[in-house]
């Protein structure tokens, strides 16, 4: 499927603030063989001072900008043309939990793609003992790895309730689940802590959906701003395969990829550094549209 | 020292009595057998030939130097953190020359080792990919930071600085016990222990056979120096601030090396290229010591809570426009797990097994090695397998001994289930060395700090200085938050050292820029610094005045003292309290700016500004209203004096000097006019006039200049207008104007709204007559004046 897609994100502040650098992940990466961006490109207002390119350690494709005088408003546009295939519903041939670990050990790389990045605890992840409970509690029963990630995420998003109002981008992972509401954010977040609890690998995945569904089927949770989801690795022979709890379904040809990581925080859209005294509001705008052949 | 020393061939045996050997504990004073290791004769005979009264006295100039100096250490307890005198041990550690020889050869060996460590583990990784080094202990590893990886440091090398803390054994034989490869403190205070042990053993030192130490320091900046390339780019050291444990260490090498200390907010990147806000504007760093963790560096790719770090720093480096000292991420070699593996890392990259081995370390997260530790764990420390502290700071979660800090015995199951997350550590009973306790001497465990620096010619290492000693026999409280102390280490040679001072190669001296930069942050401190203090002197200078009032009529009832009550209101001093709390603060403050800019300050300008702070104190718990309070302030105000004298007068004219002139000159000059306007207001009591001049400490002057009594045009002339009176607002704007003289020109522009400002305030004080000055036009001038902090922060203080 070919996808347009328009990433809009803007702030306002009350009083001028001094900007200074900006670190965006806002471009979806290349992933071969599913994902392939045809065309892609930046847009600023006001135009920075400065910019540079680069990818990151998970292979994120990464803009720096500079301000270097203060501003009231910055708006940030992505455009891209992405060519998303569909994929294959995989065949479960992931081992048995207890299998999992010789599994990892065996991996002698700390290559971007390495189980053992997404074990540890991360930035926005550490464990946490009631999601650890609450994902023994579901893994009881399941032969493999993948049946386990699998039943958890139907789990989840069976017990959670999606809910954009209900937490903000720095609201911890346990209080959305003591809560049992929260975003595509606090779902991923959540499944990343109790698949981690069980020694899976898993990690964060930052992008897009598709805007309006194919005819007959319901639109998609998290379609309106950026969407998050996760991947776990399910063993040396199914490797990483992407999970979205908010939806209970795996990721597809409904999904674009914008940059993988540990969690939330190695792929954030926009990091800033802000010297500011007011407030400020921001706005984020996301469509996917199918282009139509011809 | 000479072994043969005829002096008086003391009898050791009463300054020895109760120093023995511990059971199964090696000793550096005393050989296997008991006896005394020649080269420490000399030390205990000059020892013993003291009596007790002498021996106090050649100990205090130790302590007395340490006060001095006012070297501190901060030590974190319950109640949050404070400052605590170094805690020096009195009696050096001494070491022969051959024997250190090893050690420092042994030593070069594994920083150079350690410098392959990290060229492979952020760089091809073969450690892993090889089975070397399993990857969960990088992966897992806080301090190992993916955004660094790839990043080749500038000049090819990640490791310039480091030191080895090491024990030695029950066989005698050395082990390393921990890699400090972050960012090590304890050089600094190195050099002032060193200086303080010398206090007390002049005579001993004298006989030159003890190690220097300065040269390492020398080879060290020179090489810091040379890593610049441009011309006009200056060597940073970059501190977490003074809330660091090691603060006062920063600012005292910073002082000593001459580079500029920095916070993360004096610095700033843009287009990939470290720049420092000065009061010159942004000038480029080209090398940074980093005496921070890497973590806290950079906000926007690291720790995104650090409030310490400088944003884009990481890119800097990527951009290869910078060296950091260390390099970020270096860190992550002083994991405890990573010395499980350093014998075979050291056989994989060098192919020879390590010269000194490193204390015995076992990853719980390899199964076999979990296994070992769950049966021996009785002689083993288990802790978090990636904690960086030392084999003798345990965590909470610690089991010493087999047994938990609750004093169960460990669960091996507790072990099994955190396998990944723990590493066990062989039991190390650490040598003893002699400490005076209770005057005698006394047996106590110590390990040893060994700072290595990286030159043009490889590795220096720095003979001597550091080491730790425990205040009990325990090997475990050798730690200096719980209660541990340090003591000098001398290496003593064979043949007579030259001494080698910091002044000696005048080629670096020449070569060193002339002025310096200034960081924003420091210059704003330093304005501060001069107005809190003259902040603080009109206080005290009005506080003295109305208390000589209280004491002559014996009241405090009576217009012009309730007048004087009044002024002391308004600027904060309160005089219902003899010593009123806003005089505190304004000295508390000034304190806190000076402790910033502490590299930047003569010793005795700092003590005399303790001293000042201290007096004050005790003043306020015993000083009663009238006469006693005026003459206490009398005593404050040449002790303030003596500040002003000691920094005003010494300080050499750099444009530090000038802010905190500057800021001395505002506060007098606000000061001054408020008085001026409250004594000559139509409605100010009888006597007003002539407190104006006595506050203004002029009272002889206006004897001399006028023959008539205090009127209101001969305050105003005095004390306004007249340019040759120190203490008028016309004197302290002429000043303002020269030192506006002084400052860098910001790009483009020839002079400062600042400069403008006190050009056209000494132009109108220049013309004026005292006849023609209302009260309007007092509060005019003071609203002009009251304008010129913010006119200088424009242009300097971003």
């Not at chain 1, 005088?69 to 294959?88: I, S």
């Not at chain 2, 084999?391 to 087999?402: E, N």
């Not at chain 2, 400490?435 to 990286?454: I, K, Q």
């Not at chain 2, 005292?770 to 006119?791: I, K, P, W």
Request: hydrophobic share 40%; net charge negative.
């Amino acid at each position: 499927m070919l996808y347009d897609i328009r990433l809009s994100i803007e702030y306002d502040y009350e009083t001028p603030a001094e900007a200074g650098l900006h670190v965006l992940r806002m471009v979806p990466r290349a992933l071969a063989p599913l994902q392939k961006v045809i065309e892609s490109r930046l847009d600023f207002d006001p135009l920075p001072a400065g910019r540079s390119e680069r990818f990151d350690f998970f292979g994120n494709p990464v803009t720096t900008i500079r301000y270097g005088e203060a501003v009231t408003r910055t708006a940030f546009l992505m455009t891209a043309l992405v060519d998303r295939q569909p994929g294959r519903v995989p065949d479960d041939t992931s081992p048995p939990l207890e299998d999992l670990k010789a599994g990892i050990r065996a991996i002698a790389s700390l290559g971007p793609q390495a189980p053992h990045h997404f074990l540890p605890p991360s930035p926005r992840v550490s464990p946490d003992p009631i999601v650890t409970a609450w994902a023994a509690g579901i893994a009881v029963g399941a032969a493999s790895v993948f049946a386990i990630v699998s039943k958890l995420c139907a789990a989840l998003h069976e017990e959670m309730v999606f809910d954009p109002t209900s937490t903000a981008v720095d609201t911890p992972f346990s209080e959305a689940f003591a809560a049992r509401h929260g975003v595509c954010q606090d779902f991923s977040h959540v499944m990343i802590a109790a698949l981690r609890s069980l020694g899976i690998p898993a990690g964060y995945v930052s992008g897009f959906l598709r805007t309006i569904p194919p005819e007959g089927q319901p639109r998609l949770e998290g379609a309106d701003a950026m969407h998050a989801w996760v991947t776990a690795w399910c063993g040396p022979g199914m490797g990483w395969i992407e999970f979205d709890p908010t939806n209970n379904l795996i990721a597809g040809e409904d999904h674009v990829v914008v940059a993988l990581g540990r969690d939330y925080f190695d792929v954030a859209p926009v990091k800033g550094n802000l010297r500011m005294s007011g407030g400020q509001t921001s706005l984020q705008s996301v469509d996917m549209i199918v282009r139509q052949p011809g | 020292m000479d072994q043969s020393a005829p002096n008086e061939a003391a009898d050791l045996s009463g300054l020895l009595a109760g120093y023995s050997l511990l059971p199964g504990i090696a000793d550096e004073l005393l050989d296997g057998a008991g006896n005394v290791r020649p080269v420490w004769l000399p030390l205990l005979q000059h020892l013993a030939s003291l009596d007790d009264e002498e021996r106090d006295i050649a100990l205090n100039r130790a302590d007395q130097y340490l006060r001095d100096g006012g070297v501190y250490f901060r030590h974190y307890g319950k109640n949050g953190s404070t400052e605590r005198e170094w805690p020096l041990s009195h009696i050096p550690l001494l070491i022969e020359k051959a024997e250190w020889d090893t050690i420092a050869a042994a030593l070069t060996e594994r920083a150079e080792l350690l410098e392959q460590v990290m060229a492979d583990i952020y760089g091809e990784n073969r450690l892993v990919s090889e089975g070397i080094l399993p990857p969960e202990l990088l992966a897992a590893n806080p301090e190992w930071l993916r955004p660094v990886v790839g990043i080749t440091p500038r000049g090819g090398k990640f490791l310039h600085h480091v030191a080895f803390d090491i024990g030695r054994g029950p066989d005698g034989s050395w082990w390393v016990l921990g890699d400090r490869t972050q960012a090590p403190s304890g050089a600094g205070f190195a050099l002032e222990t060193r200086m303080a042990t010398n206090r007390s053993f002049s005579a001993l030192f004298r006989q030159n056979r003890v190690m220097r130490l300065a040269g390492f320091y020398r080879r060290f900046r020179d090489m810091l120096q040379s890593m610049c390339e441009s011309e006009n780019s200056r060597v940073g050291i970059l501190t977490p601030g003074p809330l660091n444990d090691t603060y006062f260490e920063h600012a005292y090498i910073a002082r000593y090396l001459g580079f500029t200390l920095m916070q993360g907010a004096d610095l700033t990147v843009q287009d990939g290229r470290l720049l420092a806000r000065t009061v010159g504007g942004l000038k480029p760093v080209e090398v940074l010591w980093r005496r921070l963790d890497s973590a806290w560096a950079d906000p926007l790719e690291l720790e995104e809570d650090s409030q310490i770090g400088t944003p884009g720093l990481v890119e800097a480096l990527r951009a290869g426009s910078c060296t950091l000292v260390n390099a970020l991420g270096s860190g992550a070699l002083e994991a405890r797990a990573m010395m499980a593996f350093m014998p075979r890392i050291a056989e994989f990259l060098t192919g020879t097994p390590l010269a000194m081995p490193n204390i015995a370390t076992w990853w719980c997260g390899a199964p076999a090695a979990c296994e070992y530790v769950v049966a021996n764990s009785a002689r083993m420390t288990i802790d978090k397998a990636m904690s960086t502290g030392l084999p003798f700071d345990h965590g909470r979660d610690a089991v010493i001994a087999g047994v938990t800090t609750d004093g169960a015995p460990v669960n091996p199951d507790w072990i099994r289930d955190h396998a990944a997350g723990l590493a066990a550590q062989e039991i190390l009973s650490l040598s003893t060395t002699p400490a005076l306790a209770g005057g005698r001497l006394t047996p106590r465990p110590m390990s040893m700090r060994v700072f290595l620096a990286r030159t043009r010619n490889g590795w220096t290492v720095m003979p001597g200085g550091f080491a730790r000693i425990g205040h009990t026999s325990n090997s475990a409280d050798i730690s200096m938050q719980r209660g541990g102390s340090v003591c000098d280490v001398w290496v003593v040679s064979d043949r007579i050292e030259q001494p080698e001072t910091l002044l000696h190669h005048k080629v670096t001296a020449a070569r060193r820029s002339e002025l310096g930069i200034l960081p924003s942050s420091a210059a704003d401190n330093l304005l501060w610094l001069g107005r809190y203090v003259e902040r603080a002197e009109d206080q005290i200078r009005l506080l003295r005045a109305y208390h000589l009032r209280v004491a002559e009529t014996g009241s405090a009832d009576y217009p012009l003292a309730s007048h004087i009550a009044d002024q002391l209101t308004v600027i904060g001093a309160d005089p219902a309290e003899p010593v009123p709390p806003g005089l505190a603060r304004n000295l508390e403050s000034a304190l806190r700016c000076a402790g910033r800019v502490r590299d930047r300050f003569s010793t005795d300008g700092w003590n005399s500004l303790v001293d000042l702070d201290r007096t004050l104190r005790e003043f306020a718990s015993r000083v009663t209203a009238g006469d006693d309070a005026a003459r206490a302030y009398s005593v404050l105000l040449r002790k303030i004096s003596g500040f002003s004298g000691l920094v005003h007068e010494n300080m050499y004219r750099f444009t530090g000097w000038r802010f905190l002139g500057i800021g001395r000159a505002i506060e007098r000059s606000l000061a001054m006019l408020r008085l001026l306007a409250d004594c000559t207001a139509p409605d100010a009591p009888s006597g007003a006039l002539d407190l104006a001049i006595e506050v203004g400490d002029s009272i002889m002057t206006h004897r001399r200049r006028y023959t008539v009594d205090t009127d209101r045009y001969t305050a105003i002339d005095l004390l306004l207008l007249d340019e040759l009176n120190p203490r008028s607002v016309h004197h302290q704007c002429r000043a303002m104007n020269e030192h506006a003289i002084f400052l860098p020109r910001p790009a483009g522009e020839s002079t400062t709204p600042f400069q403008t400002r006190t050009i056209s305030l000494v132009t109108a004080l220049s013309s004026a007559s005292a006849e023609t000055v209302t009260g309007e036009r007092l509060a005019e001038l003071q609203a002009q004046v009251g304008e010129l902090h913010g006119l200088l922060a424009e242009s300097y203080l971003h």
